[in-house]
T-cell receptor, first 116, second 112 residues
Framework: DTEVTQTPKHLVMGMTNKKSLKCEQHMGHRAMYWYKQKAKKPPELMFVYSYEKLSINESVPSRFSPECPNSSLLNLHLHALQPEDSALYLC???????????????FGEGSRLTVL | EDKVVQSPLSLVVHEGDTVTLNCSYEVTNFRSLLWYKQEKKAPTFLFMLTSSGIEKKSGRLSSILDKKELFSILNITATQTGDSAIYLCAVGSGAGSYQLTFGKGTKLSVIP
């Protein structure tokens, strides 16, 4: 079982809805990530949080709004999404992201989002 | 822009065969190369490589990195149907924040 927990596992929303994806880890990791994965494509980086501060935003549209309330939690707030935003959203964590760190990312099982 | 290229994109083999998956990369501020296996959900970690020429091995899987030629290979010997999955190569990079850039993956199908 993964030590990165994502909820909900599945989400269906309309284009006018506001919803949130949640991610939690208790491994003491200080870097957390959101990736988006479309069918038959590799994961694409969206955001990186390092020590609870946003350090990378890969030019993601503002209808996606990340939030890192503390070192264990990462949220992705969704508003006014488009059908093409339907994808698997993967959360990941790693020990840290600065100081020459080179290690692995631990992934959650993902939240499968469908936008109608 | 960082680039990670995997080949082949898909592969069908019979149980017992040996396969070699390839990954080449062009990135700035290289830190590490990782292999993941993805079945239906999250990628699961296989190997991390940071030094050239040192083989990492886990059971029937092994991997090696060549930092001069900028590539890595993943070998699977005596393949089993449970090896059927997408194998993702990812390169860790970044002068400040560390991030992974993934290749498109190799879809391996092992038939009985």
């Amino acid at each position: 079982d993964t030590e990165v927990t994502q909820t909900p596992k599945h989400l269906v929303m309309g284009m006018t809805n506001k919803k949130s994806l949640k991610c939690e880890q208790h491994m003491g990791h200080r870097a957390m990530y959101w990736y988006k994965q479309k069918a038959k494509k590799p994961p694409e980086l969206m955001f990186v949080y390092s020590y609870e501060k946003l350090s990378i935003n890969e030019s993601v549209p503002s209808r996606f709004s990340p939030e890192c309330p503390n070192s264990s939690l990462l949220n992705l707030h969704l508003h006014a999404l488009q059908p093409e935003d339907s994808a698997l959203y993967l959360c990941a964590s790693s020990h840290r992201t600065s100081g020459g760190f080179t290690g692995e990312l631990f992934f959650g099982e993902g939240s499968r989002l469908t936008v109608l | 822009e960082d680039k990670v290229v995997q080949s082949p994109l898909s592969l069908v083999v019979h149980e017992g065969d040996t396969v070699t998956l390839n990954c080449s990369y062009e990135v700035t501020n290289f830190r590490s190369l990782l292999w993941y296996k993805q079945e239906k959900k999250a990628p699961t970690f296989l190997f991390m490589l940071t030094s050239s020429g040192i083989e990492k091995k886990s059971g029937r899987l092994s991997s090696i990195l060549d930092k001069k030629e900028l590539f890595s290979i993943l070998n699977i010997t005596a393949t089993q149907t449970g090896d059927s999955a997408i194998y993702l190569c990812a390169v860790g990079s970044g002068a400040g924040s560390y991030q992974l850039t993934f290749g498109k993956g190799t879809k391996l199908s092992v038939i009985p």
